[in-house]
């Protein structure tokens, strides 16, 4: 079994004038968030092995904070800028040309993760289906394995079995 962690970006605050969309920072709250969701990440042992990045600041900045309290050593990360303004094709298209692994995390940007999630999901955990068809909210995780490669996966070949969010309790 392989499995896909679909994290889309924490909260982040809106553009200052003369700045971009791309270059939007995190909110303290979505720090926060990053960091609660890094630690449940550990406890439920969802570790990657491939980390595929968008280069939007935001995305940086939650894999920063995500990484910070999940991870001992980050694995390979790729920094990817098709990840930020596309759509899930294209997603779906760098998890297949990724190198191997048996766990990689993809932090991005919605709609293209709730797409990507819904296009690769038949079926799954109730709870976390449930959960999932609340919306994808920031940093909102969905954990969605296969039973082979990753480079071979198909629409509607996964299974969500999980759907986290942060737990700053």
Known sequence: MTRLLLLRHAK???AAPG???FDRTLTASGQE???ALGKRMRAT???PDLILCSTARRAIETLDGVSSTMLDQKP???FLAELYNSDATDYLFAVREAPQAETILVVGHNPMMEDLAYELSSGG???ATQAASS?????G?????FPGALANIERRSGRLDMFLRPDRG
């Not at 995780?141 to 394995?145: Q, R």
């Open 141 to 145: 995780l969905a954990v969605i394995s």
């Open 33 to 35: 968030d990053a960091r």
């Open 12 to 14: 982040a605050g809106w």
């Open 76 to 78: 390979e990360t790729q």
């Open 45 to 47: 042992h969802l570790l």
């Open 135 to 139: 919306g994808f909210p920031t940093c």
């Open 125 to 127: 955990d109730a709870e």
């Open 19 to 21: 700045m971009s969309d």
